[in-house]
């Protein structure tokens, strides 16, 4: 297994659909973020979990739920969303107290309609 | 509002020159610094870390940190057609925020065959 996996790879949804994104690392580590990468912008955090609690959340819309049920799975819920959240959604993960060396997931290439 | 400067390029080279990357972060509490690759389609990938101000080198890669200036760079030697990507800076935002890194928004390197 490689160290960060993100299912699925690519999706596109309506602005009414429901979907989730799932995030597991392999690597022992004990946080896990959410990141997203626009054309052109740097890229934004989402949202940080520390030992599965959350301990960041940077001011996101509430059409995206975040949930860490435990150290090793990050799941993002998507409802309602517009057609200017389609991006590449990254999730990252790394040990806390390692100066935030961050290891990425292959990311989900999210389309909105 | 903290923020990470960097050239987007693209920055053109030939094949075995040498590829300066450059990078200026605006918050003077910042304590950590990485440069991540990201290759089209794909996840940003870590390649290099610098704490402390100086040099830094790992193969054919070196860091350059100059706290006074705020200003962090990368350079690549023997430069390969292999690092044709898009090169991240990421700046710890400072002891305020140990989990929140700032990114800039790439510097696209093209290396010439």
């Known amino acids: 297994e490689t160290g960060v996996t993100q299912t699925p790879r690519h999706l596109v949804m309506g602005m009414t659909n429901k979907k989730s994104l799932k995030c597991e690392q392999h690597?022992?580590?004990?946080?896990m973020y959410w990141y997203k990468q626009s054309a052109k912008k740097p890229l934004e955090l989402m949202f940080v979990?520390?030992?599965?609690?959350?301990?960041e959340n940077n001011s996101v819309p509430s059409r995206f739920s975040p949930e860490c049920p435990n150290s090793s799975h990050l799941f993002l819920h998507l409802h309602t969303l517009q057609p200017e959240d389609s991006a590449l959604y990254l999730c990252?993960?790394?040990?806390?107290?390692?100066?935030?060396?961050?290891?990425f997931g292959s990311g989900t290439q999210l389309s909105v309609l | 509002q903290k923020e990470v400067e960097q050239n987007s390029g693209p920055l053109s080279v030939p094949e075995g020159a040498i590829a300066s990357l450059n990078c200026t972060y605006s918050?003077?509490?910042?304590?950590?610094f990485f440069w991540y690759r990201q290759y089209s389609g794909k996840s940003p990938e870590l390649i290099m870390s610098?704490?402390?101000?100086g040099d830094k080198e790992d193969g054919r890669f070196t860091a350059q940190l100059n706290k006074a200036s705020q200003y962090v760079s990368l350079l690549i030697r023997d430069s390969q057609p292999s690092d044709s990507a898009t090169y991240l800076c990421?700046?710890?935002?400072?002891?305020?925020?140990?989990?929140?890194?700032?990114f800039g928004s790439g510097t696209r390197l093209l290396v010439r065959p």
């Open positions: 990252a993960s790394s040990q806390e107290g390692t100066n935030e060396k961050l290891f």
């Open positions: 918050d003077r509490g910042s304590q950590s």
């Open positions: 690597l022992g580590h004990n946080a």
């Open positions: 990421a700046v710890n935002s400072g002891w305020d925020s140990s989990y929140k890194l700032i």
């Open positions: 979990y520390s030992l599965e609690e959350r301990v």
């Open positions: 610098i704490y402390s101000n």
